[in-house]
């Protein structure tokens, strides 16, 4: 099946304003197999005259039909694009794989959880509440949560359905009109569900989508005077760029960014249940993930077990073609190839390699591979330990005691995630209380990656709160209304 088929759209338009149109610059950018290399699709090349175009209609999205619509209807219409979402669940499914080369089982989890973001809002749309104050005598006081307005939402390549899902949901359930812009890399999916959400009967102007590169798009949506609010997910230079810009128009920002995620694993860990896991944590999507606990720090009394048994798990994984579902698919680009392969170079003249995967004989030359691989021993101070490197690279750093491990998963400038491994309560929550980052994770890594979780993180790793209710919160501003009686 081709991509022209699975997306039943010209993907080299844009969507303004509830219609198709070509961009006002009339360019297109090649879609590239990361499995092949084949250039398999073209985008539009989006233009600053399309972004302005697009900020105007959400903005007249906001004074019409969208802005008049109840909670209650806003919610219906974000089931509506549940279910369509779940009916074509497939098709989304394989042009993610084709698109940026994840293996067809977790483009499938990414399409579900898709659809359950837009489940999760649909209902919260109408339970977001204001408070009543208890004031001076004579007053009656409360307060009321009010969207922002027009939100500019911009978004990385390597989970576009989930991360477009837990922003663009949460946005519109509390009334905001949005003009997204999907990542070069990744933007077919984006196209295809706002035409779903044009058949679920989302007013025109509420959803903008503009593709096109970070330079041109990205940074006419940050900088446009129009906009009242900008999520931002993706590299902490672009982020900083984003707020930068967003600052002038002393416009509030929500920033996602990188990670370098520790799991720690003390003595007293049930390692049958943490093996799979500490490896699977990190090659999930080939390492592309902000919360990939890219980092294992091992308690010393356990660290040569822990060492030889996530070996004999690295020569068991494969790498090959995206639709084969391997453990692992292709990297997203040729650039973040060579990023990758750049870093494991470092690690071979540097430190010691300790384990390989193998790519299947399937794989072509055209193909983005990179080979999953583990060094051990690593100091913690190591590029490789404390740069975020966004392929499948994992690093084994062994430590002596609670305050060690403590100084080493806080000393890196990032703060997104952390993974515990131990039975004793006193020290889960110790720690727990203690580690610097927006998520930690007892006993498992991510837990299933539920929407209804707030994520975030601090530090490099961004600030502002997304999924869950608490995301409800950041795409709203309080008024208070003070009655004098
Ligand atoms: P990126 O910063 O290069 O691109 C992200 C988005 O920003 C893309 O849509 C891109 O086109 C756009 N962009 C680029 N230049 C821009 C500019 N000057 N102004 C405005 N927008 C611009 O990031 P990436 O390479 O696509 O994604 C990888 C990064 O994203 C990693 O660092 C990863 O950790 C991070 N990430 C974070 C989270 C999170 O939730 N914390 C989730 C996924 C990815």
Known sequence: MTLDKLTRIDTRLIFLNGTWVASAGAGTIPVEDPSTGTVIAQIGRGTAEDVDQAVGAARWALEGEWGGLTATERGRILMRMSELVLERAEDLAMIETLDVGKPLDQSRRDAVALARYLEFYAGAADKLMGTTIPYQQGFTVFTLREPHGVCGIIIPWNYPMQILGRAVAAALATGNSVVLKPAEDASVSALVFAAIAAKAGLPAGALNVVTGLGADVGAALSGHAGVDHLSFTGSVETGMRVQEAAARNAVPVTLELGGKSPHIVFDDADLDRAMPVLVGA??????????????????????????????????TLVVGPARDNHDLGPVVSRKQQRIVQDFIELGRRELTLAAQGELHPSATAGGNYVLPTLFAEVPPDHPLACQEIFGP????IPFDDDDEALRIANGTDYGLVAGLWTRDGGRQLRMAGRLRCGQVFVNNYGAGGGVELPFGGVGKSGHGREKGFEALYGFTRVKTVALQH
Do not use: F, K, P
């Open 282 to 315: 990190c090659m999930q999507n080939a390492g592309q993930t902000c919360s990939a606990a890219s980092r294992v720090l091992v308690q010393r009394g356990i660290y040569d077990e822990v060492r030889h048994r996530m070996i004999e798990i690295y020569r």
């Open 393 to 396: 690279v994992q690093v084994l």
